[in-house]
Every structure is written in structure tokens, then in C-alpha cells.
């Protein structure tokens, strides 16, 4: 699903090794926690995931598709395989529940009857079902959230990326959107986590990959096979 | 792309101009302008150059011809005066009626005895030039013709005219070249305004994977309303300021004026094809910027 191979990143404004020959592989139905403090790298990882950056050196596959001579114009289909849950939600403030993730249904052609079918059904899932025709400003941060995740999975991706999805809302919420993300999960949806919050990561017993100073420094589900090489 | 998309597209290209209103009336503004003087330039143009026509086709030269040359030898020359490049006609003018022309204007009494052998003036052609701008040419060759004594000299009215006509389509093509230049920034910068407005939808539309065809529509969309409306709302304006105009021109100057509903279709298509042109070209010169970032780049975070 995610290989990184030797990947390092230097951003050449600053000079700054973001990630410094990192290797992983995170394989298809996992749900995986990334963790490690602020400018560890972490962002780097996702902005290399989604193809917002390229590697300095080493080489990416992300859903079969290999990222670091991927072409321009291929990569909104790089982006279809995956759904991005953002910290700060990203909601259009001036559309409707409905819409927001209507819009990410239009985005990518679906026609209205299929949209119409399926808004409602994703809605369902998150618990949205009567919240359809509030805009976010009349929601909870674990609403927003809950909002956003919807939008991220309506066009059934096969991975859920979430950049500290639980940074703008409380602790009990928060626990509420992992549990939601373990669920779709147990669907066979591929979930990437990135987050700082430790005790959250320990109620849930998943694999945790650990990046300091653009490095792993510690992999729980790491493979034998792969400790191997 | 879909049906439903293209529908979506189209919406959100109305909507883009609506939430936008200011920017897109202050284009539209600039826009109608342009092309209202654009279409003044067409008009004059067209008018200038028909007036000169028209004089053209009024303007007789004279061409004298020797005193005692015989009416046959004189109906020979005008055969040959016939031949020569750039005339169009030859009517021959002969000396009994040209003296009968001055009695008329003088009286009976002064050219009493100056009929018949005792008529003192040549006999003459009427020449009709096509191109009056190649006068001195054609006034050499008629010169050169055996039997010819002088040829009458040109109208200056003619003369300026020509050289007017040469200038107003010269400064009619820079005026609109100089016109269309402005309207494509005008609208470029507008439809940056807009996307400006709309990065943090742009951002989103990327991250779910639009691909940047679906980002651009709507906002070529938007130049290319922008660019119809302006062409709607300066045809009709040109319409009632060319009727207003040469109405009171032929007040002042008697001409065959050529109207606005002659020259109207042309001038709409150009407008049309100008607004479609002129808005999709400066909706994708500002939408660049926006393709080529990505993520929180689009934003400014």
C-alpha cells in the first residue's frame, strides 16, 4: 500500500533534512499510528504520501503507483486512492453538511443521481444523518471533524490519511473519531494517523511508527522479515 | 466529463460572478468601453472610407483639348483617353455646349456672336478616376495623349480626404489593438480576484483530486460571461449612439451615410468571438498559479 525505500527530504529554501533515509512499509488494511513531536518530520511523510513534495533521494509507492517520477497531471488520480481528514476540518464555511461532501463528490465527476445516493449513506456512517442541512459553523469541532471524515471517505478511497484529526477537538471526542476510524478500518480501508497525543494513541492498540528528527526511531508492527534487512 | 458536471461547471460560473459582483460589473464596465470605442473606430472607419467613395465617384476631371482640333478628331483622342489605366469613363464635352452652359450662368447677350466656327473655347472630357489617389499618374499619361492641352486641376476636398481615410484606418487598427490589450488584463485580473477568493475551495477540490481541467472550468466560465455580456451591452449601446450620430452629421454634411444595421454583423460576430476569446484567454493566464501550487501553498499557510 505505502513503501518508502531510503526516502530522505531536504527542503532547498532552508537546507533542512525533513526526513533523512526513512524506510517503511505499511501494508494494505492496516490501521497505523504516526506519532512524534512538532518538526519531526511527520508532515514531510504525508506531504510525501499525497505527492505535495517529492523525495530528495530514495523512492515511494503509494497504491501501486510510484511517486517520485509520477507526472503532473496524473496525480489528482493519485489522490482519488486516498482521503484526507485535515486538523483544522477545511469545511466550506458557506455550504451545507450536504454539500461539503457533495463537493468532493462533484470534484471528481460523479454524476447527481450518485450523489444523491451516496451522501446520505456516507452521512448515515458518521452519525450525521440529521445534521444535513447545518452549515459547520453550527457544529462541534467533533462534528466538523466527523464532517470531514466523511468527505475523505465518500469517494470510497482505499486509504484514509488523517493529519492530527483530533488536535481542534476535545479529549472525549477525540477518542470518539479514532474509534470512527477504527471502524472504517475494520471495513478494509487502509487509516494513516498522524498525531502528537501519546495517551491517545495508547488506548488503541495498533501498530505506532515513531519519527524523531527524520527518523524512525521505533515501529511497533514493524515486520520480522523487514527488521530482517 | 459528465452532464452533471458540466451543469455544476456552468452554475458555478454564474455563482463566481455573482459573489463577485463588484469586480465582474467593474470589468464588464471596462470591457464596454473598449469595445464601444472599438466599434467607433469600425464606424468611422467604414463612413470615412464611404464618403471618400462617394466623392470619388462625384469628382469629374476636366481635360482640355487643343483649340483646333475638328469634333471627329476629337471623338478619336477620347478612344484613346478611354484606354488609359485608372479611367474609368470618358464623356466628351464638346465646345457648343460648354459655351451654351456659360450663357445660361452669364446671359444670352455676352456670347451672342461666339457660336458655331467663332467659339473660342476647346473642346473637353469628363474624366471619372477610379483610384484618386493615383491623380498625379494618370494626369501624366492623359498629358502625354497628341491633342491634349490641359487638364483641369484636382478637387482639394478629394485630396484630403484621401489622405484622412488612410489616416482614421491606421489609427482605428492601433486604437483597438492597444483596446484589446487592456481588456485582457482587465479580465485576468478580475478572474485572480475571484480565484483569490476561492483558493481555500481550490485547495480542497485538489487534495480530493480534481483534476485541473475541472478546477479551471468555472473560471474560464466566468471570463467568458464577462466577455458576452460586455458584447451584448455594447452592441446595443453602439446602436443608439451611431443612429444618434449620423443623424446629426447629416445635418452638417449632406453624405450617404453608411448605417449602423449595415455593418451590425459583422461587428456582432467580432464582438462575440472577442469576448469568448479575450475570456478564456485571461481566465487561464490567472488560473496558473493556482494549478501549479499545491496544498498549503495555494492557501499562503
Same mark, same amino acid.
Given at each position: 500500500m505505502i513503501e518508502f525505500k531510503n526516502v530522505s527530504k531536504v527542503y532547498s529554501s532552508n537546507g533542512a533534512h525533513a526526513l533523512d533515509n526513512v524506510s517503511l512499509n505499511i501494508e494494505k488494511g492496516e490501521f497505523v499510528f504516526i506519532v512524534g513531536s %512538532? $518538526?519531526? $518530520?511527520k508532515s514531510t511523510f504525508l506531504k510525501l504520501i499525497m505527492h505535495e513534495e517529492t523525495p530528495t533521494r530514495g523512492s515511494i509507492t503509494v497504491n501501486d503507483m510510484h511517486l517520485e517520477k509520477m507526472k503532473r497531471r496524473k496525480v489528482p488520480y493519485l489522490r482519488r486512492t486516498m482521503g484526507i481528514v485535515f486538523q483544522d476540518f477545511? !469545511?466550506? %464555511?458557506?455550504?451545507t453538511v450536504y454539500e461539503n461532501v457533495a463537493f468532493a463528490m462533484r470534484c471528481v465527476g460523479k454524476k447527481n443521481r450518485t450523489i444523491k445516493k451516496r451522501v446520505p449513506y456516507i452521512l448515515d456512517l458518521v452519525g450525521l444523518k440529521d445534521k444535513?442541512?447545518?452549515?459547520? %459553523?453550527? !457544529?462541534s469541532g467533533g462534528e466538523q471533524q466527523r464532517v470531514s471524515l466523511a468527505r475523505a471517505l465518500v469517494n470510497n478511497p482505499a486509504m484514509i490519511i488523517a493529519d492530527e484529526p483530533t488536535g481542534n477537538i476535545d479529549p472525549e471526542m477525540s477518542y470518539e473519531i479514532i474509534e470512527l476510524l477504527s471502524e472504517i478500518n475494520k471495513r478494509g480501508t487502509t487509516v494513516l494517523v498522524v498525531t502528537h497525543e501519546h495517551e491517545l494513541v495508547k488506548s488503541f492498540n495498533k501498530r505506532v511508527i515513531t519519527i524523531e528528527n527524520g527518523r524512525v526511531i521505533s515501529d511497533s508492527g514493524e515486520k520480522e522479515t523487514f527488521v530482517a534487512i | 466529463m459528465s452532464f452533471s458536471s458540466f451543469g455544476y461547471l456552468i452554475k458555478e460560473g454564474f455563482k463566481n460572478i455573482w459573489n463577485n459582483r463588484m469586480m465582474s460589473l467593474a470589468s464588464i464596465g471596462v470591457l464596454v468601453s473598449c469595445l464601444v470605442l472599438t466599434g467607433s473606430a469600425v464606424m468611422l472607419t467604414v463612413n470615412v472610407t464611404g464618403i471618400v467613395n462617394e466623392v470619388e465617384d462625384k469628382n469629374v476631371t476636366t481635360v482640355y483639348l487643343d483649340d483646333n482640333i475638328s469634333e471627329l478628331e476629337a471623338v478619336y483622342i477620347g478612344k484613346t483617353l478611354e484606354k488609359i489605366d485608372n479611367v474609368t469613363t470618358a464623356e466628351f464635352y464638346p465646345k457648343d455646349e460648354a459655351i451654351s452652359a456659360y450663357r445660361d450662368v452669364l446671359g444670352e447677350e455676352v456670347f451672342k456672336n461666339m457660336t458655331g466656327d467663332d467659339n473660342p473655347l476647346p473642346h473637353a472630357y469628363h474624366i471619372i478616376m477610379e483610384d484618386l489617389s493615383r491623380y498625379d499618374e494618370t494626369v501624366k499619361e492623359l498629358l502625354k495623349v497628341d491633342g491634349v492641352a490641359e487638364v483641369s486641376s484636382r478637387s482639394n476636398v478629394a485630396e484630403k480626404l484621401t489622405s484622412l481615410s488612410t489616416l482614421v484606418t491606421v489609427m482605428s487598427f492601433w486604437i483597438i489593438v492597444a483596446l484589446a490589450v487592456i481588456s485582457l488584463f482587465i479580465i485576468s485580473n478580475t478572474i485572480r480576484m475571484t480565484m483569490f477568493s476561492h483558493r481555500f475551495e481550490i485547495s480542497i477540490m485538489k487534495s480530493v483530486g480534481a483534476t485541473n481541467a475541472f478546477v479551471r472550468v468555472p473560471f474560464i466560465i466566468e471570463g467568458i460571461i464577462i466577455g458576452l455580456v460586455s458584447a451584448g451591452i455594447s452592441i446595443g449601446l453602439l446602436y443608439l449612439l451611431a443612429d444618434a450620430v449620423l443623424k446629426a452629421a447629416e445635418h452638417i454634411l449632406p453624405f450617404n451615410y453608411t448605417p449602423f444595421t449595415e455593418v451590425m454583423w459583422p461587428i456582432i460576430a467580432a464582438f462575440v468571438g472577442a469576448g469568448v476569446v479575450v475570456g478564456a484567454l485571461g481566465s487561464m493566464v490567472s488560473i496558473r498559479r493556482y494549478l501549479t501550487h499545491e496544498g498549503n501553498e495555494i492557501l499562503g499557510w
Open positions: %512538532s $518538526g519531526a $518530520g477545511r !469545511l466550506i %464555511s458557506k455550504m444535513a442541512q447545518d452549515h459547520p %459553523s453550527e !457544529l | -
